[in-house]
Structure formats: C-alpha cells, structure tokens
C-alpha cells in the first residue's frame, strides 16, 4: 500500500472513531438526562412535602418553575411584578416564567444579556456588581420602573453574599409576596452558617458561598415569613411566603427537616430544545 494509501486509510479510520465517539457521547448524555428525570419525578413524588411535587422547569434551571406557579396560584396572584438578582445572561432563571405571563419586571446583575432588552416594553434590566453599598439604589431604580413600593416576587441567587442581600432588603421593607433564595444545601439543619460578607467575592465552585437553610429560616422569621418548599429535584433553592398566608399551605410539614432537601447538584446535559434569546425577547415585549 502506498503512503497515500495509508494517509487515506488512517483519515478513515479516525473519521470513523470519531462518529463513533460522538455518537457514544450522544447516548450517554441522553441516558444521564433521562436517569436524571426519573430519579427528580421520583424525588418529587417521596417528597414529605406535597408542595414540592409541583415541581416541574421550564426557564428556571430545575424545578422551581412549577413550585413558584403553584405558591403564586395558592396566593391568587395572576399578574403581578417580580424583581430578580443574578439573572445571567437571561436566558435560564426563576423569573422568566412570570414575563411569560405577562408580568412586570426588573433584573439585576453583572453580565450581558443575551437579547436586546433597550425595548423591553415590560423588564428592565440593571446591569452592575451588586454590593451592600448599591442594592438599595439599583433597588429603588427597579421600584420606580415598577411603579410599585415592593415587588409581588423577588428571587436571589448570587453566589456568595446571598444572605447579606436579603437581610438589607427585608429591612429596607422590601417584602414581597414571596421570596425565593439560593441556600447553601450543604450544612444539615440545624446547621448554622453564613458567609461573612465581601464585597468582591467570586464563587469559585466550593462551597464557600451563601447560607444554610437554617439561617435563612431564622432571618425570614425575623421579617415575618415562613419557610414553605425547597425544590426536590437539587435542593438549591428556598420559597418563603408571608405568615399571614400560613392558611393557604397547611398542608406544608412544619418541620425543617420534612423540607429541607439535600445538596443533589445534578444538571441537565440538555433539557427539551435549547432557550432562544428571540423567545425570551418576545416574553418581556
């Protein structure tokens, strides 16, 4: 056989490998995300509490979708306003579900967006590093937008000073119908811990970011809230409502421990078609 030969022979051969590899690839992400749904529709329906259940995503990054739709159909709220902090680049997070209902609202956060948002005629987005010394006034921006003194649901996932935010924002009055955060899954109630604050921390994969659900119950009962659900699929976020609405989830166990979820930090390799900056452009026209 000639080089040439052998030259043609080999790119065949690797051509051939490389088919085979990308289609081996192809299965087993297939097969980790299918895996991966049947154990959080079997998490979902274990779950000790029945608001969790209701879990299902659709733009957040897990299952949060489905539990905010359902505690915002227990509370009657059909339209309203939302205001989120740490939104990426806009295309995966906890209120884009809402701007597809038609809601208002404004984001804040440190990266582009991956739409033009300059004629959003319903979001308004604050683009900044967040620190204690500018929440507030980024806040007071997106309150002004909104026309409104608190908005009906604030979420907040930043990767680190996460508790420090909220407690200024609870003692600013900003206290919505519901609050979603980002708890740190790893410390066990009654596990206290919070991350003293600084200013240029930058989440390093560790975990060395945010609070322990223990904490965050302990603050939001400060403010009047109660702790209702933690998503059942990763166990990365916490839903707490006004107390004053204790009577629309009777059903929600009163012990810590029946609704705290444990770290299950399992993402989706992919999960239905891939988010279209175009759709979520159209959500917030």
Avoid at 44 to 73: M, V
Avoid at 156 to 167: K, M, Q
Avoid at 168 to 175: G, H, N, T
Wanted: aromatic share 12%; net charge negative.
């Amino acid at each position: 056989m000639t080089d040439t030969a052998n030259t043609h022979a080999l790119q065949s051969d690797l051509e051939i490998v490389r088919n085979l590899t990308w289609a081996n690839a192809q299965s087993l992400s297939e097969a980790h995300d299918l895996l991966l749904e049947q154990a959080a529709i079997s998490r979902r329906k274990a779950s000790a509490n029945p608001l969790a259940r209701y879990g299902q995503k659709a733009f957040s990054q897990n299952d949060e979708d489905g539990i905010t739709l359902e505690i915002l159909r227990r509370l009657g709220l059909t339209q309203g306003t939302y205001a989120e902090y740490g939104v990426g680049n806009g295309l995966e997070n906890n209120t884009l579900i809402l701007a597809s209902l038609g809601w208002k609202g404004f984001w804040v956060g440190g990266e582009s967006l991956a739409f033009d948002v300059s004629q959003a005629r319903r979001l308004r987005y604050l683009r900044d590093w967040i620190t204690l010394e500018n929440l507030y006034h980024l806040t007071l921006q997106g309150l002004q937008y909104l026309q409104v003194a608190t908005p009906d649901v604030v979420s907040l996932d930043l990767d680190g000073n996460d508790y420090h935010f909220v407690e200024a924002l609870l003692r600013e009055s900003v206290l919505p119908s519901l609050f979603i955060v980002e708890y740190n899954a790893k410390f066990i109630p009654p596990t206290r811990f919070v991350m003293p604050y600084n200013a240029t921390h930058q989440w390093d994969g560790s975990d060395y970011y945010g609070a322990s659900l223990t904490a965050f119950v302990e603050l939001f009962k400060e403010f009047g809230y109660r702790l209702v659900c933690c998503n059942a699929q990763t166990g990365s976020n916490a839903f707490f409502v006004k107390e004053e609405a204790a009577g629309l989830f009777a059903d929600v166990p009163q012990n810590i421990m029946d609704i705290y979820v444990e770290p299950r930090f399992y993402l989706y390799r992919k999960y239905g078609h891939p988010v279209s900056p175009q759709t979520v452009a159209a959500l917030v026209q």
